[in-house]
T-cell receptor, first 118, second 113 residues
């Protein structure tokens, strides 16, 4: 099966500029996640979608970050305006939704977008 | 919220020896514990996971153990090979919640030929 697709792979912008990232999850995966991975750290969840609804955005800096998942498939993450500390790899992941005890779930990660803010 | 601590941050072992990475978690409701391997410049990939109703799980050279009482879990890699060199992340989540994964800070494992 095709994996999670992300674009662009690399982006360099100046601070205060805006940037957008795109993610296409694995077909049929209802849950989509955006993570921020700063160099040397583990991924940190920014936002989680279940179909086109937001499940968790508690760690999303809402004054500058926004995300949407129209039609419950593709998603975009936007930063406006960018700060130096936003330099990181932005990972998109998707998973099948399986409730309760009936099964596990695996989050499949995309290749990420490496953002450098200068 | 959940907090996951991971140790050590770096680990070097001779090829053929075993490697152990340990994680602790804070939320007693967490019941799913995956381990991800991330090679340099690549995406994290799941290598093994364990649920809270199981104490140990093994897959060839990789095993994970879970102690619910102490709230810690460990990754064991035996007969290490050069291709095991990578950064390993543990994570925890509550399947009965929103399945949000909280990751540890990672362990850089280097296998010395």
């Amino acid at each position: 099966e095709a994996g999670v697709a992300q674009s662009p792979r690399y982006k360099i912008i100046e601070k205060r500029q805006s940037v957008a990232f795109w993610c296409n999850p694995i077909s049929g995966h209802a849950t989509l996640y955006w993570y921020q991975q700063i160099l040397g750290q583990g991924p940190k969840l920014l936002i989680q979608f279940q179909n086109n609804g937001v499940v968790d955005d508690s760690q999303l800096p809402k004054d500058r970050f926004s995300a949407e998942r129209l039609k419950g498939v593709d998603s975009t993450l936007k930063i406006q305006p960018a700060k130096l500390e936003d330099s990181a790899v932005y990972l998109c992941a998707s998973s099948l939704y399986r409730s309760g005890r009936t099964g596990g779930y695996e989050q499949y990660f995309g290749p990420g977008t490496r953002l450098t803010v200068t | 919220g959940e907090n996951v601590e991971q140790h050590p941050s770096t680990l070097s072992v001779q090829e053929g020896d075993s490697a152990v990475i340990k994680c602790t978690y804070s939320d007693s409701a967490s019941n799913y514990f995956p381990w991800y391997k991330q090679e340099l410049g690549k995406r994290p990939q799941l290598i093994i996971d364990i649920r809270s109703n199981v104490g140990e799980k093994k897959d060839q050279r990789i095993a994970v153990t879970l102690n619910k009482t102490a709230k810690h879990f460990s990754l064991h890699i035996t007969e290490t090979q050069p291709e095991d060199s990578a950064v390993y992340f543990c994570a925890a989540s509550n399947d009965f919640g929103n399945e949000k994964l909280t990751f540890g800070t990672g362990t850089r494992l280097t296998i010395i030929p």
